[in-house]
């Protein structure tokens, strides 16, 4: 996400706060603020996907999901 959205979804959040947010800028910042909650996900699974862990016995292995880890458990 661009510093340029980011400024409008403060910008946007001023006006909110302010009281003289019209219906249509409500809109405009819902879809800003999901676009940049996307942004802020996509990056965290991003810097997860490098994670490696060192098990006490010296193994290494990739960070894996729960719900991977659960599925392997059940087999």
């Known amino acids: 996400m661009d510093d340029k959205k980011i400024a409008r979804i403060n910008e946007l959040y001023k006006k ?5 947010l019209t ?4 809109k405009e910042q819902a879809l800003l603020r999901a676009e940049y909650i996307e942004s802020v996900r996509n990056n965290l699974r991003a810097s997860l996907a490098n994670v490696s862990i060192q098990e006490k016995d010296g193994s290494i292995h990739p960070l894996r999901s729960k719900k991977a880890v659960e599925v392997r458990n059940e087999k």
């Open 16 to 20: 909110k706060k302010a009281g003289t």
């Open 23 to 26: 219906e249509e800028e409500a």
